[in-house]
C-alpha cells in the first residue's frame, strides 16, 4: 500500500531538535521488539547511551559516510519544522568508505513506530535509502535482519535477494544462552525509484 506518511533527508537545520525522539524511537524498538541484530544494544536500556551512540551517527551522516532518513507526516510546507511526535520512523544506510567498497552501502537500521506500521513506511524508508545511496554512486546494498520476523518479509517484499541465515547469530537479553538468528539480503540498485523529500540547503 501506498504509505500516508514522507521521507526526508536528516537535515542538521531542520531535524536536530528530533535527536531525542530518534534515540526513543530506537530504544522502543529494543526493549519492545526486542531488536538486538543491529547496533551494539540489548534491553533493557535507558537513553543516555543511545544519545550519544545517535550523536555519533548524526556526524557520520553530516561526513558523508551514511544516510539517515526520517519518516513524518507529509508536510505541505517544504521548510516547516516537524514536531518531535511527528516522527514515525527511521532508516539508515552505512556507506562503505574502503577503495574496493566504495559502491556498497549497508542498510543497518530500520524501525517503524507501532502505531505506525503496515501503512507502507518501511517500503518508503527503505526506497528512500536506495534513491539517496544511488545518488551517491551506490549500486549494491546490503542489510541483515533477525530470521523469522517482520523486517525479513519488509526486506524480501522490497526486492532484496536472501543469500542464507546464521543461526544463534545475536545475544538477546533474556539470558547468556538464548540467541536469534539473522538473515542476510543484498540489492543491485538502480536510480529511479522514489525520490527522498531533500530539504534544499538554506
Ligand atoms: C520491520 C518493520 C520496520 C516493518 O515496518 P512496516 O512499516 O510495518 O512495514 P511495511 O508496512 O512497509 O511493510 C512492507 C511489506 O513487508 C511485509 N511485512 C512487514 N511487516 C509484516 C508483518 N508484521 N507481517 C507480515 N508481513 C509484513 C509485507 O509484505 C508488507 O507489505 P504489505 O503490507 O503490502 O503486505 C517494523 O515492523 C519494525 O519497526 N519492527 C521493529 C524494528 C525491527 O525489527 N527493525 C528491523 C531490524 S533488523
Known amino acids: 500500500m501506498a504509505s500516508p506518511s514522507e521521507t526526508y533527508l536528516f537535515h542538521p537545520e531542520h531535524h536536530t531538535h528530533l535527536i531525542p525522539y530518534m534515540a526513543a524511537l530506537h530504544a522502543s524498538s529494543i526493549n519492545i521488539d526486542r531488536t538486538t541484530i543491529i547496533g551494539p544494544f540489548l534491553p533493557p536500556l535507558s537513553l543516555e547511551p543511545l544519545l550519544l551512540w545517535w550523536k555519533d551517527r548524526i556526524a557520520e551522516h553530516q561526513a558523508q559516510t551514511r544516510i539517515i532518513i526520517l519518516l513524518l507526516p507529509p508536510s505541505e510546507k ?12 527511521l532508516a539508515m544506510v552505512e556507506l562503505d568508505q574502503s577503495q574496493a567498497g566504495n559502491f556498497r552501502g549497508v542498510i543497518d537500521l530500520l524501525i517503524v513506530g507501532q502505531k505506525f506500521r503496515r501503512q507502507g513506511g518501511a517500503r518508503s524508508l527503505v526506497q528512500a535509502c536506495e534513491y539517496e545511496s544511488a545518488k551517491k554512486g551506490r549500486s549494491l546494498l546490503t542489510a541483515r535482519t533477525e530470521s523469522d ?27 547468556a544462552a538464548t ?24
Open 78 to 89: 517544504a521548510n516547516q519544522k516537524p514536531k518531535g511526535e511527528d516522527l514515525r520512523g
Open 149 to 175: 520476523s517482520p523486517a525479513e518479509l519488509t526486506f524480501r517484499s522490497c526486492g532484496y535477494h536472501e543469500v542464507g541465515k546464521i543461526p544463534n547469530f545475536s545475544r538477546t537479553g533474556v539470558d
Open 179 to 202: 540467541k536469534k538468528g539473522v538473515t542476510l539480503f543484498y540489492k543491485e540498485i538502480l536510480l529511479q525509484i522514489h525520490r527522498s523529500r531533500t530539504i534544499p540547503a538554506a
